[in-house]
T-cell receptor, first 117, second 112 residues
Framework: NAGVTQTPKFRILKIGQSMTLQCAQDMNHNYMYWYRQDPGMGLKLIYY???????DKGEVPNGYNVSRSTTEDFPLRLELAAPSQTSVYFCASSYKGAAGSYNSPLHFGNGTRLTVT | DAKTTQPPSMDCAEGRAANLPCNHSTISGNEYVYWYRQIHSQGPQYIIH???NNETNEMASLIITEDRKSSTLILPHATLRDTAVYYCIVRVDTSGTYKYIFGTGTRLKVLA
């Protein structure tokens, strides 16, 4: 298993440009998450999804959009890039079973380092 | 949502036990405590988790106080490779939906 795969690893954007950060997992996890990590700080939750077709906002959703058309993929869209979105973006996934059954911990990708200038 | 508070940094001598504290005084009864670590800027790695009982695995031990308001991660014999930022996280359960809320972490430096 590859686990959680994020592409690209690095990207530089100009202000106002748009891009999509890709995230794919091959563990058949139902939950997927996007976090951002600013320099020297902890991770902040942007959006999450509990299954295909279902997404919800986290702590810092402004300026981002997500979709979850398949179990495997959870892309993060930046429509109008701003310098405040310069950060490292981490995608994560986990499995939540039925009540009383197995739940996996979060598995993280290696991140996308985004600079907006 | 429950929040966690951790000291910003700690040092530990190589070969000694590293005890990393975490306060989660607003934790709810069904919310688990998870510990992750992040080495350099890689994705965080899972270490251990628990609800109310103490837990141990091949990496670490987790001690949760009886009132569940705080916990301690113990690395029994720290090595230089354990130098990392350690995050104590509460898994928030809202009507069966799980969210993992990170704090600011403790930067552990293991000294030779």
């Amino acid at each position: 298993n590859a686990g959680v795969t994020q592409t690209p690893k690095f990207r530089i954007l100009k202000i106002g440009q748009s891009m999509t950060l890709q995230c794919a997992q091959d563990m058949n996890h139902n939950y997927m998450y996007w976090y951002r990590q600013d320099p020297g700080m902890g991770l902040k939750l942007i959006y999450y999804s509990v299954g295909a077709g279902i997404t919800d906002k986290g702590e810092v959703p402004n300026g981002y959009n997500v979709s979850r058309s398949t179990t495997e993929d959870f892309p993060l869209r930046l429509e109008l890039a701003a310098p405040s979105q310069t950060s490292v973006y981490f995608c994560a996934s986990s499995y939540k079973g039925a009540a009383g059954s197995y739940n996996s911990p979060l598995h993280f990708g290696n991140g996308t380092r985004l600079t907006v200038t | 949502d429950a929040k966690t508070t951790q000291p910003p940094s700690m040092d530990c001598a190589e070969g000694r036990a590293a005890n990393l504290p975490c306060n989660h005084s607003t934790i709810s009864g069904n919310e688990y405590v998870y510990w992750y670590r992040q080495i350099h800027s890689q994705g965080p790695q899972y270490i251990i988790h628990g609800l109310k009982n103490n837990e141990t695995n091949e990496m670490a031990s987790l001690i949760i106080t009886e009132d569940r308001k705080s916990s301690t991660l113990i690395l029994p014999h720290a090595t230089l490779r354990d130098t990392a930022v350690y995050y104590c996280i509460v898994r928030v359960d809202t009507s069966g939906t799980y969210k993992y809320i990170f704090g600011t972490g403790t930067r552990l430096k293991v000294l030779a």
